[in-house]
């Protein structure tokens, strides 16, 4: 019904940026509120950012804050995550989700559809 596709991993040097998109088809992607989840080897996938169908609404895990920006292009169908001052430690796959709720939703199990991952590496 909705397909995520990640794309925008790689390596960069600490203290770098990268830009994470996502582009969803399928179903009317303006209607579903959208998230960023990571997952180290060996760890729990976490939240990282969200935001609401309209954009108007976002949140973010304190790790990030001040950091990350989540922003949407719903005429794209497209999610981005700007990432500044990356650290080693946001070393993981990233992976784009969304929900059927419009509010922002920030637990893995409140997610409906996944998209692959793409893997982001922070040298130090």
């Given amino acids: 019904q909705v397909q995520l596709v990640e794309s925008g991993g790689g390596l960069v040097q600490a203290g770098g940026s990268l830009r994470l998109s996502c582009a969803a088809s399928g179903r009317t992607f303006s209607s579903y509120a959208m998230g960023w989840f990571r997952q180290a080897p060996g760890k729990e996938r976490e939240f990282v ?27 794209k169908n497209t999610v981005y995550l700007q990432m500044n001052s990356l650290k080693p430690e946001d070393t993981a796959v990233y992976y784009c989700a969304s929900t059927f ?9 409140g997610m409906d559809y ?7 590496t922070v040298s130090s």
């Fill in 101 to 109: 709720n419009k509010g922002v939703v920030t637990t893995t199990t």
């Fill in 49 to 75: 950012a969200g935001i609401s169908w309209s954009g108007g609404s976002t949140y973010y895990a304190d790790s990030v804050k001040g950091r990350f920006t989540i922003s949407r292009d719903n005429a």
């Fill in 114 to 120: 996944w998209g692959k991952g793409t893997l982001v």
